[in-house]
């Protein structure tokens, strides 16, 4: 299987299959392009778009079937000698290489470009890769100095940790210590008024006892009068509380205000 030709024009590279404009200076372009590029003017002059040859002769470019047919096979060479024929068939070959040559060249060119920008791209991805294990190392030393602080500072909390919570029992003992003291005070202190108590009951009780008679207690009546000695009437009470002053209350209870 042979490749197809593609369009000598300037970044067109149309492959031709079927239709195709060629030249006596072996270029050959699609439809599109050669109807553009070679109608005939005044001067009757044509430049090839691909090498600027000029082309003169109108057989100097043609539109050329392909794909020919059986019959225009037959018959487009037909009767000439055979020396003609190889000529033509020659030239016909030599075309065809060409055009084959400037393929592989613009391929060669193609894949040399290619093979360039690979290689650019390459040296990037080096570089690239050479600064991303620079950072990654810079990286690792960082977290390795992380985490050598971090362990410290664990480290150290855990000491404040257990610091803090040994005071925190000590703390809790003293206080436990200080709650106890204070009940056993509070004991004392109480034991020591109850034994005043007992000693001033005591001094009432020697004072009762011994100086209190029936003499320095006297009830005497409101009226101090000759009939205070007899039986009380309903209508002379012994005591006289008529005249007595309420006493004064310190307190006032009124209602609540709605
Ligand atoms: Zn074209
Ligand atoms: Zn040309």
Not at 59 to 71: H, M, Y
Not at 206 to 225: C, H, I, M, Q, W
């Amino acid at each position: 299987m042979t490749l197809d030709m593609v369009c000598n024009f300037r970044k067109c590279r149309k492959s031709l299959s079927n239709q195709a404009w060629v030249t006596t200076c072996s270029h050959a372009f699609c439809i599109e392009h050669g109807k553009t590029e070679f109608k005939r003017n005044i001067d009757n002059t044509l430049t090839c778009p691909a090498c600027g040859n000029e082309l003169r002769d109108k057989f100097d470019v043609i539109q050329a079937d392909l794909r020919p047919s059986e019959t225009f096979k037959s018959i487009v060479l037909a009767g000439m000698k055979p020396d003609t024929i190889m000529d033509v068939a020659m030239r016909a070959m030599s075309f065809w290489s060409y055009q084959v040559e400037q393929e592989t060249l613009y391929q060669e060119s193609l894949a040399k470009h290619t093979r360039e920008k690979v290689q650019c791209l390459e040296e990037i991805n080096t570089l690239n890769t050479q600064k991303l294990k620079a950072e990654l190392e810079t990286c690792k030393r960082k977290i390795s100095t992380l985490q050598t602080e971090f362990n410290k500072k664990r480290k150290h909390a855990e000491e404040l940790a257990a610091s803090l919570e040994d005071k925190t029992r000590k703390i809790q003992k003293l206080t436990f210590q200080l709650e106890a003291q204070k009940r056993k005070d509070i004991r004392v202190d109480n034991f020591e008024r109850s034994s005043s108590n007992q000693e001033q009951c005591m001094d009432i009780s020697d004072l009762v006892g011994n100086r209190a008679t029936s003499e320095d207690f006297v009830f005497r009546p409101a009226k101090d009068t000759e009939d205070s000695h007899r039986m009380p009437t309903p209508k002379t009470p012994m005591f006289d509380f008529r005249n007595r002053k309420k006493p004064q209350s310190h307190f006032t209870f009124r209602p609540l205000p709605h």
